[in-house]
């Protein structure tokens, strides 16, 4: 019988034999083929065995992976989804090299690929609200001060509970205290050996001090590394070779062969043995290679806490309590009782709890912690503020429009912690290079003993087993593996720091050769608050005012940036807004409507055409004068005359001229695409110097436009904020959206400017060139460092200049390239962008 049934959970090809392996060993399995890329096994057996059968093997082997019937697995992924926590102490962790690409973890352990320690995700979530406890009775848990109802004492805040990141560091503390204690006399005792009338032979003969040293090996083995062996073991077991299989077969051969020495001194031969005819041991190899790498997973724990600094940073940025107003009084909450449209008062000082709109009131704000500028920006009623960022001098009441995981800085966090999993294409190539690392260093190791042994000098054995021990020893896949999602993780959260949210490695790594920058004009490059600066008539039998009252109860109904602009200017002049039918919004080109039994549209000439109303040359030539201001100008139909106009303008932003020219002095060449007519858009491109721009562009048209310049072999970025700009945003190499745009327009592109102002695309490109750099210097020391050290393990410069590598050494030098790949990721932290 042959089924073929999906699979939920695998992302790379060690996922998948995996899977195929674990299937293959069921009971009654003939064959079982696993395919990536359709995520489908396909089952050979010799009777029929139920579907629970298998998920019950995959479920007992960690339960990573799930088997369904085809078709039913979405409802499964979202069942798991809603089940897995978030947060610190609820457990969401993650490999830091990624080597399941984003999967996660919901417990602390080691990746079940590379062995290393998996990292905890910081989260909004971590941020309980305050409680308090009896220090007498710590049972006694309140949400709020009082006296304990037991003994009455006044109850005390309780202290959270640590992170996993703490404990893991703690207890590699502990265990390296314990380690060092013990190989410390371990080293001393060893390396007597080379004094003349050694003192130590005073006290009992060698053979003993042999055995002292096996004793005090064995809590560093047993104990405090023994992680090291079981990850190694594992590592064979499912066949996904890495650092530790090597330190595992290296301090394993190293303590097994002097323990073998110590107990059947007779079966080896007398180059192993010393002048008093005990078997040479090497427990202070073995220990002082397993301290030394413990010393380096320490490093790692710590230097691998400060690579997602930026976002605890903004974690501490999320106040957790609150003053809300309440039938005239304050009353102070915890931030998760927030509700939408509750009155919230800010007092000077105070950070803003949720993101939301002041009602009442005005002050400065400084949200140098979300956009990176450290101008306090001034704000007043109606004006939007966000969570996290910090009042001025003056109180205020807002209403809270978005709570929780809504909340902008809920949002940058989790955009933070998504984009620090992702995978940048040039890790495709570490990738490659670790598939083949281990195996091959094996063999090189094994190669190293037998071109000892046989031509290496007496005792020609000692050295084939000390020269291979230090092969194995020194080569480090982990600097290779960690050597872009470090880079990537702390350039990840520079940019949050700076406005710039990226949304996945992918991007960072294409930003870097975009050699194109396609911008929108309204909301991009013009402030996208646009103000009516005149309306007009065409016809004498209709007042300005009437053509006013049609435009504004035409506009009611949308939502676009100008009809807000003139539903605003028409409550300031008292229009009376009349009743509308049948409107809808022609994309790109306006609006129509039937009111009082007319056919209205409102919109640019190609809405006129759409509506069958002639402009005539007179009223285009009225309309030209202010388009060469860089104004728009909009047409009023009715039953298909055309009868009036409004002006609107919108200032371009003040950083939008310095911004482009800091792009183009970078090779970028800027192209400007826009929906209104030539003459405003030819307007704004003479004040920003810009020689391409394209006007009367609709959304399609963006959109061909970017597919051309990609056929022409451009790299291409695109830059808008709208709705229109959604499509050409998905197709550009890199979108990227303006925080003060639209939803539609954030969620296809790949960066998200937080300020929406094109100095952002400078510091994204700043950014992008930076972490690309830092990757480059990442890959290329941790390959110099093991096409160098592992040949200088198997000892090629003995024969030029009689120079040998200790294992020990080896040891320091393999625990302290992966810590230097982190170091060096971590300078990204002092960037300026």
């Given at each position: 019988?042959?089924?073929?049934?999906?699979?939920?959970?695998?992302?790379?090809?060690?996922?998948?034999?995996?899977?195929?392996?674990?299937?293959?060993?069921?009971?009654?399995?003939?064959?079982?083929?696993?395919?990536?890329?359709?995520?489908?096994?396909?089952?050979?057996?010799?009777?029929?065995?139920?579907?629970?059968?298998?998920?019950?093997?995959?479920?007992?082997?960690?339960?990573?992976?799930?088997?369904?019937?085809?078709?039913?697995?979405?409802?499964?992924?979202?069942?798991?989804?809603?089940?897995?926590?978030?947060?610190?102490?609820?457990?969401?962790?993650?490999?830091?090299?990624?080597?399941?690409?984003?999967?996660?973890?919901?417990?602390?352990?080691?990746?079940?690929?590379?062995?290393?320690?998996?990292?905890?995700?910081?989260?909004?979530?971590?941020?309980?609200?305050?409680?308090?406890?009896?220090?007498?009775?710590?049972?006694?848990?309140?949400?709020?001060?009082?006296?304990?109802?037991?003994?009455?004492?006044?109850?005390?805040?309780?202290?959270?509970?640590?992170?996993?990141?703490?404990?893991?560091?703690?207890?590699?503390?502990?265990?390296?205290?314990?380690?060092?204690?013990?190989?410390?006399?371990?080293?001393?005792?060893?390396?007597?050996?080379?004094?003349?009338?050694?003192?130590?032979?005073?006290?009992?003969?060698?053979?003993?001090?042999?055995?002292?040293?096996?004793?005090?090996?064995?809590?560093?083995?047993?104990?405090?590394?023994?992680?090291?062996?079981?990850?190694a073991y594992k590592s064979i077991k499912t066949w996904n070779l890495n650092m530790f299989t090597l330190i595992g077969i290296g301090a394993?051969?190293?303590?097994?062969?002097?323990?073998?020495?110590?107990?059947?001194?007779?079966?080896?031969?007398?180059?192993?043995?010393?002048?008093?005819?005990?078997?040479?041991?090497?427990?202070?190899?073995?220990?002082?290679?397993?301290?030394?790498?413990?010393?380096?997973?320490?490093?790692?724990?710590?230097?691998?806490?400060?690579?997602?600094?930026?976002?605890?940073?903004?974690?501490?940025?999320?106040?957790?309590?609150?003053?809300?107003?309440?039938?005239?009084?304050?009353?102070?909450?915890?931030?998760?009782?927030?509700?939408?449209?509750?009155?919230?008062?800010?007092?000077?000082?105070?950070?803003?709890?949720?993101?939301?709109?002041?009602?009442?009131?005005?002050?400065?704000?400084?949200?140098?912690?979300?956009?990176?500028?450290?101008?306090?920006?001034?704000?007043?009623?109606?004006?939007?503020?966000?969570?996290?960022?910090?009042?001025?001098?003056?109180?205020?009441?807002?209403?809270?429009?978005?709570?929780?995981?809504?909340?902008?800085?809920?949002?940058?966090?989790?955009?933070?912690?998504?984009?620090?999993?992702?995978?940048?294409?040039?890790?495709?190539?570490?990738?490659?290079?670790?598939?083949?690392?281990?195996?091959?260093?094996?063999?090189?190791?094994?190669?190293?003993?037998?071109?000892?042994?046989?031509?290496?000098?007496?005792?020609?054995?000692?050295?084939?087993?000390?020269?291979?021990?230090?092969?194995?020893?020194?080569?480090?896949?982990?600097?290779?593996?960690?050597?872009?999602?470090?880079?990537?993780?702390?350039?990840?959260?520079?940019?949050?720091?700076?406005?710039?949210?990226?949304?996945?490695?992918?991007?960072?790594?294409?930003?870097?050769?975009?050699?194109?920058?396609?911008?929108?004009?309204?909301?991009?490059?013009?402030?996208?608050?646009?103000?009516?600066?005149?309306?007009?008539?065409?016809?004498?039998?209709?007042?300005?005012?009437?053509?006013?009252?049609?435009?504004?109860?035409?506009?009611?109904?949308?939502?676009?940036?100008?009809?807000?602009?003139?539903?605003?200017?028409?409550?300031?002049?008292?229009?009376?807004?009349?009743?509308?039918?049948?409107?809808?919004?022609?994309?790109?080109?306006?609006?129509?409507?039937?009111?009082?039994?007319?056919?209205?549209?409102?919109?640019?000439?190609?809405?006129?055409?759409?509506?069958?109303?002639?402009?005539?040359?007179?009223?285009?030539?009225?309309?030209?004068?202010?388009?060469?201001?860089?104004?728009?100008?909009?047409?009023?139909?009715?039953?298909?005359?055309?009868?009036?106009?409004?002006?609107?303008?919108?200032?371009?932003?003040?950083?939008?001229?310095?911004?482009?020219?800091?792009?183009?002095?970078?090779?970028?060449?800027?192209?400007?695409?826009?929906?209104?007519?030539?003459?405003?858009?030819?307007?704004?491109?003479?004040?920003?110097?810009?020689?391409?721009?394209?006007?009367?562009?609709?959304?399609?048209?963006?959109?061909?436009?970017?597919?051309?310049?990609?056929?022409?072999?451009?790299?291409?970025?695109?830059?808008?904020?709208?709705?229109?700009?959604?499509?050409?945003?998905?197709?550009?190499?890199?979108?990227?959206?303006?925080?003060?745009?639209?939803?539609?327009?954030?969620?296809?592109?790949?960066?998200?400017?937080?300020?929406?102002?094109?100095?952002?695309?400078?510091?994204?490109?700043?950014?992008?060139?930076?972490?690309?750099?830092?990757?480059?210097?990442?890959?290329?020391?941790?390959?110099?460092?093991?096409?160098?050290?592992?040949?200088?393990?198997?000892?090629?410069?003995?024969?030029?200049?009689?120079?040998?590598?200790?294992?020990?050494?080896?040891?320091?030098?393999?625990?302290?390239?992966?810590?230097?790949?982190?170091?060096?990721?971590?300078?990204?932290?002092?960037?300026?962008?």
């Amino acid at each position: 019988m042959q089924h073929t049934y999906h699979i939920h959970g695998m992302t790379c090809n060690g996922c998948r034999s995996h899977v195929e392996e674990t299937l293959s060993k069921v009971e009654g399995v003939t064959k079982a083929i696993v395919s990536l890329e359709k995520a489908e096994a396909t089952i050979e057996m010799e009777s029929h065995i139920p579907i629970e059968t298998f998920q019950e093997a995959l479920k007992n082997d960690g339960d990573r992976y799930s088997i369904h019937k085809q078709g039913e697995h979405h409802q499964h992924a979202e069942d798991k989804k809603k089940k897995q926590p978030k947060g610190i102490g609820t457990g969401t962790f993650y490999c830091p090299m990624h080597c399941e690409g984003d999967k996660t973890y919901n417990k602390p352990g080691d990746c079940p690929v590379c062995g290393m320690d998996l990292v905890e995700e910081q989260n909004l979530s971590a941020i309980s609200k305050a409680q308090w406890t009896c220090p007498m009775h710590p049972e006694i848990v309140k949400d709020e001060a009082g006296a304990c109802p037991i003994c009455g004492m006044d109850l005390v805040p309780l202290q959270p509970d640590l992170s996993a990141e703490e404990k893991t560091y703690k207890k590699l503390v502990k265990k390296f205290w314990i380690a060092s204690v013990f190989t410390i006399p371990i080293f001393l005792i060893a390396m007597s050996e080379m004094l003349n009338n050694n003192p130590l032979y005073n006290i009992m003969e060698q053979k003993y001090w042999n055995w002292v040293q096996l004793v005090l090996s064995i809590p560093v083995v047993f104990y405090a590394t023994w992680m090291f062996f079981e990850r190694a073991y594992k590592s064979i077991k499912t066949w996904n070779l890495n650092m530790f299989t090597l330190i595992g077969i290296g301090a394993g051969v190293a303590w097994l062969f002097s323990v073998f020495g110590m107990v059947f001194p007779e079966i080896f031969p007398n180059q192993f043995k010393t002048q008093s005819g005990a078997v040479h041991v090497y427990f202070e190899a073995a220990t002082v290679i397993l301290t030394l790498v413990l010393l380096g997973q320490l490093l790692e724990a710590r230097a691998h806490s400060k690579t997602n600094s930026a976002v605890k940073e903004l974690l501490k940025l999320a106040p957790n309590k609150a003053q809300k107003i309440v039938d005239g009084k304050e009353i102070e909450v915890s931030i998760d009782e927030i509700k939408l449209n509750d009155i919230l008062k800010v007092k000077p000082g105070d950070k803003i709890p949720v993101d939301g709109v002041i009602t009442e009131g005005n002050t400065s704000i400084d949200e140098s912690m979300i956009t990176g500028e450290p101008i306090p920006v001034n704000k007043t009623k109606d004006d939007k503020v966000s969570s996290g960022t910090i009042n001025g001098n003056q109180s205020f009441l807002m209403k809270a429009e978005k709570v929780g995981s809504d909340t902008l800085l809920s949002q940058i966090i989790h955009m933070v912690n998504d984009a620090s999993r992702s995978r940048a294409p040039i890790q495709n190539l570490a990738d490659k290079v670790s598939g083949y690392f281990v195996p091959v260093v094996v063999i090189i190791s094994v190669a190293t003993f037998i071109v000892w042994s046989i031509w290496g000098p007496e005792p020609a054995y000692v050295y084939a087993l000390v020269n291979a021990i230090a092969v194995l020893i020194i080569a480090c896949p982990c600097a290779l593996g960690l050597a872009t999602p470090m880079s990537v993780m702390v350039g990840v959260g520079k940019g949050a720091q700076n406005g710039v949210l990226i949304k996945n490695a992918e991007a960072l790594e294409k930003m870097d050769k975009v050699d194109t920058l396609i911008v929108d004009k309204t909301g991009t490059i013009t402030e996208g608050k646009p103000t009516v600066e005149t309306v007009g008539a065409f016809n004498e039998a209709l007042s300005e005012k009437e053509v006013l009252q049609y435009i504004v109860s035409l506009n009611t109904n949308s939502e676009h940036p100008l009809a807000e602009a003139t539903v605003k200017y028409g409550k300031e002049h008292n229009a009376v807004i009349l009743k509308s039918e049948d409107f809808s919004a022609v994309t790109g080109k306006g609006v129509e409507a039937t009111i009082n039994g007319k056919k209205i549209a409102l919109g640019n000439p190609k809405m006129m055409e759409y509506a069958k109303a002639d402009i005539t040359s007179k009223m285009k030539d009225e309309a030209k004068s202010y388009q060469k201001q860089g104004k728009t100008v909009s047409y009023l139909s009715i039953d298909e005359t055309v009868v009036g106009y409004v002006v609107i303008g919108d200032k371009i932003k003040e950083t939008s001229a310095k911004a482009i020219k800091a792009l183009q002095d970078k090779g970028i060449d800027v192209i400007m695409l826009t929906g209104d007519n030539h003459d405003t858009a030819q307007a704004v491109a003479s004040e920003l110097n810009l020689a391409d721009f394209k006007a009367s562009m609709l959304p399609e048209d963006k959109l061909k436009e970017v597919e051309k310049l990609q056929e022409n072999g451009k790299v291409v970025a695109m830059a808008g904020d709208g709705i229109n700009d959604a499509p050409a945003l998905a197709k550009s190499d890199v979108g990227i959206a303006m925080g003060t745009g639209t939803d539609v327009a954030i969620e296809s592109a790949m960066i998200t400017l937080v300020k929406g102002d094109l100095h952002g695309i400078v510091k994204a490109r700043n950014l992008s060139d930076a972490v690309m750099k830092n990757i480059k210097q990442n890959l290329f020391f941790a390959l110099i460092y093991n096409t160098l050290g592992v040949p200088v393990a198997a000892g090629v410069l003995f024969p030029f200049f009689g120079v040998l590598l200790s294992p020990m050494i080896a040891a320091l030098a393999m625990s302290f390239s992966s810590v230097s790949v982190i170091a060096n990721a971590l300078r990204l932290r002092t960037i300026k962008i």
